[in-house]
T-cell receptor
Framework: AQTVTQSQPEMSVQEAETVTLSCTYD???????LFWYKQPPSRQMILVIR??????QNATENRFSVNFQKAAKSFSLKISDSQLGDAAMYFC??????????FGDGTTLTVKP | DAEITQSPRHKITETGRQVTLACHQT?????MFWYRQDLGHGLRLIHY???????NKGEVSDGYSVSRSNTEDLPLTLESAASSQTSVYFC???????????FGQGTRLTVV
């Protein structure tokens, strides 16, 4: 079974600074997807960024980028120019080719003005 | 616009009662999932379905059941509610050709 580990229960960053959230996973599959989701206090799960395992190039979405290290099974999220609206719980998720997803326990991000 | 909706948003029930949480999606997705989220934890998979008449157990399926009679709906039933099932429940759907899942707003269930 796949496992996803987020080793940072809480992180904080100063507004306009950069922060990196860590995620490692364990799998025996070669074809899969990885995601970062944001969950604000509203509870809504919002997709931040996705990465296909077969792609070597790291995904980027505006201020959000990932560092995907397939051999090390590492998938970190970098948030640049942090904004107050980035404050939320962030979940790393692994999706197998069959479609099931496994989530980490989350990292609570605080943005200080 | 296509969407996925859960009802009710909040529910309080008594121990031992049967409870059904509704999930309805208009994406026409074959894949549908139910997760629970407890404080300090991520989402854990309860049951999932890859199409009509298909249902499968996830990692925390004890005490829960689902049925899939059409593409749009995957209701989650708690056969006999227990206090340990107090949680926030999320329904999600996905298209196998696209990786990401779309989530409902969540249902907060309290068992007293």
């Amino acid at each position: 079974a796949q496992t996803v580990t987020q080793s940072q229960p809480e992180m904080s960053v100063q507004e306009a600074e950069t922060v990196t959230l860590s995620c490692t996973y364990d799998t025996s599959e070669s074809d899969y997807y990885l995601f970062w989701y944001k969950q604000p206090p509203s509870r809504q799960m919002i997709l931040v960024i996705r990465q296909e395992a077969y792609k070597q190039q790291n995904a980027t979405e505006n201020r959000f980028s990932v560092n995907f290290q397939k051999a090390a099974k590492s998938f970190s999220l970098k948030i640049s120019d942090s904004q107050l609206g980035d404050a939320a719980m962030y979940f790393c998720a692994y999706r197998s080719n069959a479609g099931k997803s496994t989530f980490g326990d989350g990292t609570t991000l605080t943005v200080k003005p | 616009d296509a969407e996925i909706t859960q009802s009710p948003r909040h529910k309080i029930t008594e121990t031992g009662r049967q409870v059904t949480l509704a999930c309805h999606q208009t994406w026409n997705h074959n894949n549908m999932f139910w997760y629970r989220q407890d404080l300090g934890h991520g989402l854990r998979l309860i049951h999932y379905s890859y199409g009509v008449q298909d249902t499968n157990k996830g990692e925390v399926s004890d005490g829960y059941s689902v049925s899939r009679s059409n593409t749009e709906d995957l209701p989650l039933t708690l056969e006999s509610a227990a206090s340990s099932q107090t949680s926030v429940y999320f329904c999600a759907s996905s298209d196998p050709r696209r990786a990401e899942a779309f989530f409902g707003q969540g249902t907060r269930l309290t068992v007293v």
